[in-house]
Structures are given as structure tokens and as C-alpha cells.
């Protein structure tokens, strides 16, 4: 049999592998991962009544890929929705918390009198917003920065209070740093086709009513016992497979040597699922000038740091999915998760679960040990939710290198990247430092290379 390796068990991997299976049940796939475990940065723990989520805690709709692998699993049934009375998001601004007003579809208003009552935004932010109605498409480019983009469209104010927290905030990086063509190309697809975004989803939310079923209006989706369960169910559905953990693949020498921390393999084709800075590490013996180009992908490190507590008395209403920050304000957190507001089952009843999100751009603050992480985090939602009692929980994920950024020119980086792979070698990547960061883009991506990897092996 011929024999295909896949370094890197998260959901890249691991569905990479499913569908490879799935299409050439002829091949010998072996999976490998440095850790302990399978899933990469998907992990869930059960602690004390509380479900925590070290990484991903759900996965969305508009994009269909991740939905496709549940439906190929079988257990597309077992999802389940945010909670349909808390999926208000709050913004964090001058130092109040501000719900986003309902209406708000990824920047653009699509509701007039929400938008009017709202003291999220001033005046002149309103109604430069508004403007987006009446302004021309943008001329043609290459590629054009989030901020940039939202900027033109709807205002500076559109920028600092929704682009920047919450789009940007999905890579923990700034707006004007994003590729507009690698992290939201359907705004810029809006554009050309509507003219303006406003119109465009309006178009898009009246078409969308018809087809609305149970759950209709949540765009995420997640499990009952969480995320963990996908991985689990990937695992359970390729008995064929072969997967080690705690073998790491340290380089690839010439066409058929994989060289670990363990042994010497001899695949006929190896699919490189791991995150830029490891696959140039893999790949320099073999090729120094693709090894480079692959390396000037930045990634930035990350932290999420869990919190329970029991009977909680906030100052705030706890009626929502969490909050995030606008630009300019000075805080030590990103953004903040109400769990067991956001889903169902994550904390005990009356219990409350919160998950603050470090680093990224502030990488900084991940110098701090575990301890004083923590610390910090409870200090700010005391501050900002007016919650003085200590936690009964605690929980630290740390993701070193692990959050790539998408910045201008990103699409012809990866092109260009492509290009310098020799195909004589069969060496294929995926990840979320490519093609799409997220469960769907990942999954999206990696049926695309068990394809490749199927016709060319």
C-alpha cells in the first residue's frame, strides 16, 4: 500500500485525513502530532459542573464546510445553537458596556431605528454610516486592508467599534493589519455585486427568512459536551487510521525522508498540517528560500483564561454572548466569553462561566506565568462587570505562535508559496496559517488537499 503522512493532528489534519480516507481506502494514512492528544488547539475539560473550552467553542454557518463534516460524520443532529434569549453582543466603550445594536450584520447596519437609538455610536458616526447607501463601489486594487475597507465604506467609528473588536478581534490583530481578501472576502464580493453593503444585506437577510429553521438567527453552532466531541467522532469514524502522538516531525530530507523525534519514515506523500513557523522548520533542509517564505507568515501567541464562579451578582445584565473592546480603550483583556450565557450546559445552574482572551497584539502580557494571568483577568471583569468575589475556577490555555495574521498581500503570499513546491516531492499544506483560520475554512481546505493528495498519489 502506498503510504501518505499527515503531520499535525487538529482539524486540519484530522479532516484531511477523514476525507482522504474516504476517497482512497487503498492508502496507508498515518497521522502524527507532537502532543498527547489529538485536536490541536480544540481541547474541552470538565471541571467541578463547569464545561471548558481551551480553544475553538464553536464553529459558524456562513461558511458551510464545517456543517458538511458533522453532516459526513452523521452528527450533524447533535448540534446545537447559542442560547436564543442571550445573542445581544456587548461592546465595551468608554469604559460602559454598549449592546451592539440588533440589525448590525459584520459592519454594516441593516436596521434604521436600532441604529438611531443606540448610544454605541455619535451622531456624525451614524450618520456617516448611513452614507454607505449613496457612495460609489471602490476602485479595483490588489488587496486592501479590513480597515481600510470598512473605513471607506461606513466610517472611522465602524472601525473602532465593530471592524476592529469583533472582525479583527477573530484574529486578535488590528483592522488595518487584516487582508481584506483572506479573512472577509464576501464584503468586498458584497460590494461589487450591491454597491453597498447596506443594500447587500438587507438583500441577503430578506432572502435568508424563508429558509429560517430551528435554531434560525444563532449563525454558531456547537456540541452539547463540546467541541471535543468532533474530535472525537473524527477519530471513532477512521478505524484505518493510524495515529501517533508524541512523535514530532523535526525535517523533511529529499523525496521520501521524514526524519522525527522517534524514527525515519519513507511516506509516498506527507501533508504538512501545523502552523507556519513548524512547517518552515520541517521544510528548511529541503528548501531554505521556501522555508523563508513560509516563515514571513506572522503568527502572535494567545491566551484564554477560564473563570466559574458560583451565584454571581454582576452590575451588568448577564443577557448576552460576552463583550468586546473598541479601539482606544485601555484595558488588559481582548474580549470576554459568557460561556453559560453563550450555550447551554457550561456551568452549573446559577453558576456563571466567563473566558477572557490575552495577548495577540498585546503579546506582551503573556510573559506573565498562569498565576498572575489569572489575576489579571479578574481584575478586569471586577472592574468591568462589577464582580469582586473571588472564582471557584480557574482554567489557562496558552496557544504559543499559534494565531496567524492574514495581513495585506496574504493571498499572493500563499500563491507564491504553492508555486515553490515541487510536485515531484507530493508535499502538501493546509492549516489555518494558509487558507482560513476558523474550524470551517480549515475543514474547507483540507478537503481540498485530500483531493490533491488523492489524484497525485
Known amino acids: 500500500m502506498k503510504k501518505v503522512l499527515v503531520a499535525g493532528a487538529g482539524i486540519s489534519g484530522l479532516a484531511t485525513a477523514f476525507y482522504l480516507g474516504r476517497q482512497r481506502p487503498d492508502l496507508a494514512i498515518t497521522v502524527l502530532d507532537p502532543r498527547d492528544r489529538l485536536g490541536g488547539v480544540i481541547t474541552t475539560q470538565v471541571r467541578d459542573g463547569f464545561l471548558i473550552e481551551g480553544g475553538p467553542d464553536s464553529f459558524v454557518l456562513i461558511k458551510p464546510w464545517g456543517l458538511q463534516l458533522c453532516r459526513d460524520l452523521g452528527i450533524e443532529k447533535r448540534l446545537i445553537p447559542t442560547d436564543p434569549a442571550n445573542r445581544k453582543v456587548y461592546i465595551l466603550a468608554r469604559r460602559g458596556l454598549e449592546p451592539l445594536p440588533p440589525g448590525v450584520m459584520l459592519t454594516a447596519p441593516t436596521k434604521l431605528l436600532p441604529l438611531l437609538r443606540s448610544r454605541l455610536f455619535s451622531w456624525p458616526g451614524k450618520i456617516r454610516m448611513g452614507m454607505d447607501l449613496l457612495l460609489p463601489r471602490g476602485k479595483e486594487q490588489e488587496d486592501e486592508s479590513l480597515g481600510s475597507f470598512v473605513r471607506r465604506r461606513l466610517g472611522q467609528e465602524a472601525v473602532d467599534k465593530i471592524a476592529e473588536p469583533i472582525l479583527a478581534g477573530i484574529f486578535l490583530s488590528e483592522a488595518d493589519r487584516l487582508s481584506l481578501r483572506s479573512t472577509f472576502p464576501r464584503l468586498l464580493e458584497m460590494e461589487r455585486e450591491h454597491r453597498s453593503l447596506i443594500l447587500a444585506f438587507r438583500r441577503q437577510a430578506s432572502g435568508a427568512k424563508s429558509h429560517a429553521g430551528a435554531g434560525a438567527g444563532s449563525p454558531f453552532r456547537t456540541f452539547a459536551g463540546g467541541m471535543a466531541e468532533l474530535i472525537d467522532c473524527l477519530r471513532d469514524a477512521m478505524p484505518q487510521v493510524e495515529f501517533r502522538t508524541g512523535v514530532r516531525v523535526e525535517r523533511i530530507e529529499g523525496p521520501r525522508k521524514v526524519i522525527t523525534n522517534r524514527e525515519v519514515l519513507e511516506p509516498d506523500a506527507v501533508v504538512l498540517a501545523m502552523p507556519p513557523p513548524d512547517c518552515a522548520g520541517v521544510l528548511r533542509g529541503l528548501s531554505p528560500a521556501l522555508a523563508e517564505k513560509i516563515a514571513r507568515i506572522t503568527t502572535l501567541s494567545t491566551a484564554t483564561v477560564s473563570l466559574g464562579y458560583r451565584r454571581p451578582a454582576a452590575r451588568v445584565a448577564l443577557d448576552a454572548t460576552g463583550f468586546v473592546i473598541a479601539r482606544g480603550e485601555s484595558r488588559r483583556i481582548l474580549a470576554c466569553t459568557w460561556s453559560s450565557r453563550k450555550f447551554p450546559g457550561r456551568a ?95 475543514v474547507g481546505d483540507a478537503m481540498r488537499v485530500a483531493a490533491e493528495v488523492a489524484r497525485r498519489t
Not at 389 to 411: C, M, Q
Request: aromatic share 6%; with cysteine.
Open 348 to 442: 452549573p445552574d446559577g453558576d456563571l462561566l466567563l473566558r477572557c482572551f490575552l495577548g495577540g497584539k498585546n503579546g506582551a502580557i503573556l510573559q506573565n506565568d498562569d498565576s498572575a494571568l489569572v489575576r489579571i483577568a479578574r481584575e478586569e471583569v471586577a472592574d468591568l462587570m462589577g464582580m469582586p468575589d473571588p472564582p471557584v475556577l480557574s482554567a489557562v490555555y496558552r496557544w504559543p505562535l499559534a494565531n496567524p495574521i492574514y495581513e495585506v498581500g496574504h493571498e499572493a503570499r500563499v500563491r507564491e508559496i504553492e508555486s515553490m513546491l515541487d510536485p515531484a516531492l507530493n508535499i502538501h499544506l493546509t492549516g489555518s496559517g494558509f487558507r482560513g483560520i476558523g474550524i470551517p475554512d480549515c
